[in-house]
């Protein structure tokens, strides 16, 4: 199996690599340590260097104008871009072009007038609503939001958490159960965040002070007809469609922000003096690098893989839940022993660790909390008795 | 937790304001008659936190601003947000001090109840 990159994923690499380190790391000097945005002037500027790269719009297909890249070279892209303090849930602080609602690619010709082609011009933004109180990750059965059809429109009752940007957002994709328990009975909806009925209750505070979430309430939330996305009753598919092509690039990310914490670790491991000798010249200081070593190497294999089956057309729901799951775990181990290795600095906000640990114990739940990736994995593996 | 900060004002002077800490947090700047004229955050580039913004602010008081009130909090930013939007919703405008905010860098949040 050949693991070498090609002359175009290199030169890609390091073209990314040299704009987070000569753009985005002096950016970040006079930024709070939890910042997540920069002012508009400054991301039109980011986003005109990455133009110029050819890489705006990581995530939409060529057809409307992204990047024509493969799944590999996205997966080191995104390892790349989230080397950086708010690399884990701002990645370049959007200027590749941020997050986009996959799901809409796949919409009517009027939803797409409507509301993907302002969003991919930037002029509305969108949230993404599955999670309820009652749960996310088994959203078949966790969903609660009742839509009852009235005429020519649904009427959408219930409360979903979790949810990133809804209060900033122009509309969002909304799951909603129209029919019984069970994958058949969910629709998803396009709903407008004007709409009477919508209200965006409250900011849901976490360990992540960036990118928090929030909760929405719906009461008697009416929905045309027409903004249903997709069939009635096939709106888990396209939940789980998202949450599958997603775990690939969110779990390079993870990787990207190990791979930068553990420079890190070895470069002050080499520097930092203690009781006359350097730390790196310590063993329990050389295991602990070792490890993170080990934990990167593997997961890196692993993500690859993952991202290299997708290229294949293969299926590769399994390798991308190994991949979200060791990614996530060895990351947050591989930050956890860099602060370690820093002392009293690692914990300070000075350095990035302290927020990426925070945020990298997200990421162990967030996109799927690696117990039902493993769930996924093991269904995969022992097969549909347990489905 | 509530949505709004109703903690208790204390006096914007310079003694009241040293003897709080320097942590990380949020407050608000209001007047005798309890109307709030300024929301602010004691982020991580602050020299003394909550302290050192208060006691920049007791220097030069905005918008006759006698009064404050604060909220030790590590979530600082997302808490910040939530309090200008509330008080978005409440008011339909920004706090009258809080001169350099940029309304699309804010969203809609419609919490239940009203102002303390």
Same mark, same amino acid.
């Given at each position: ?13 390091? !073209? ?61 892209i995104?390892?790349?871009? %989230?080397? $950086? ?5 701002a ?15 796949? #919409? ?17 933004? #969108? ?6 109180p ?14 009852v +059809? ?6 959408? &009752? ?5 949810? %990133? ?28 965040? $004007? ?22 309430? !719906? ?20 939940? &789980? ?20 914490? $553990?420079?890190?670790a ?25 490890? &993170?070593?080990?934990d ?14 997708a ?29 370690q ?13 302290? +927020?990426?640990f ?11 909390p ?7 994995? #093991? ?5 549909? %008795?347990l489905? | ?104 860098r ?11």
């Open positions: 199996m050949d693991f070498a990159l090609t002359p175009e994923q290199t030169m890609v690499v390091d !073209m990314v690599r040299r704009f987070v380190r000569e753009e985005i790391l002096p950016l970040e000097e006079n930024l709070d340590a939890d910042a997540e945005e920069v002012a508009p002037e400054v991301l039109s500027r980011l986003a005109a260097r990455t133009r110029e790269m050819g890489l705006y719009g990581l995530d939409t297909p060529p057809e409307y104008g992204g990047p024509d890249i493969d799944m590999v070279t996205r997966a080191l995104a390892m790349e871009c %989230s080397r $950086h303090r708010a690399g884990l849930y990645p370049c602080y959007q200027a590749f072009g941020g997050a986009r609602q996959a799901q809409l690619f796949e #919409a009517t010709d009027i939803q797409k007038e409507r509301y993907l082609y302002p969003m991919l011009r930037g002029e509305k933004r #969108a949230f993404f609503a599955l999670s309820e009652s749960g996310g990750s088994d959203p078949a059965r966790a969903i609660r939001t009742r839509a +059809r009235d005429g020519d429109a649904w009427v959408l &009752n219930g409360t979903k958490l979790w949810i %990133s940007g809804a209060d900033r957002a122009d509309y969002g994709l909304v799951f909603a159960r129209t029919g019984g328990p069970g994958r058949s009975g969910v629709t998803a909806f396009i709903v407008e965040t $004007h709409w009477p009925g919508f209200n965006v209750t409250r900011v849901v505070h976490t360990l992540r002070s960036s990118k928090y979430a929030t909760e929405i309430h !719906m009461e008697d939330l009416r929905v045309p007809h027409e903004n249903i996305l997709g069939r009635e009753g096939g709106g888990f598919e396209i939940a &789980n469609d998202r949450l599958a092509r997603q775990r690939i690039p969110y779990a390079a990310e993870c990787l990207g922000v190990a791979m930068e914490a $553990h420079r890190m070895i470069d002050y491991a080499r520097i930092r003096e203690t009781f006359g000798a350097p730390l790196a010249h310590r063993q329990g200081i050389q295991w602990m690098l070792v490890e &993170n070593e080990i990167i190497r593997s997961a890196r294999l692993l993500v690859l893989d993952a991202a290299a089956r290229d294949r057309g293969e299926p590769f729901r399994t390798e991308s839940a190994i991949a979200k799951l060791v990614c996530a775990e060895n990351g947050f181990r591989v930050v956890d022993r860099s602060m290795i820093h002392g009293g600095l690692g914990v300070a906000k000075d350095l990035p660790l302290e +927020r990426w925070r945020e990298m114990r997200i990421r162990r739940i967030g996109e799927g690696s117990e039902v990736q493993k769930h996924v994995i #093991a269904r995969d593996i022992i097969g549909g %008795s489905r | 937790m509530p949505v709004r900060l109703d903690g208790g004002w204390q006096e914007l002077d310079a003694e009241t304001c040293a003897a709080v800490g320097g942590h990380l947090g949020v407050y608000q700047l209001g007047t005798a008659d309890g109307t709030i004229v300024y929301i602010g955050v004691a982020d991580a580039r602050t020299r003394f936190g909550l302290r050192g913004e208060l006691l920049r602010h007791c220097a030069d008081p905005p918008s006759g601003a006698t009064r404050f009130r604060i909220e030790v909090t590590h979530s600082y930013r997302s808490r910040y947000m939530e309090l200008v939007q509330a008080y978005l919703h409440d008011h339909g405008r920004f706090p009258v001090a809080n001169t350099d905010l940029d309304r699309s804010f969203g809609v949040l419609r919490p239940g109840g009203g102002p303390a």
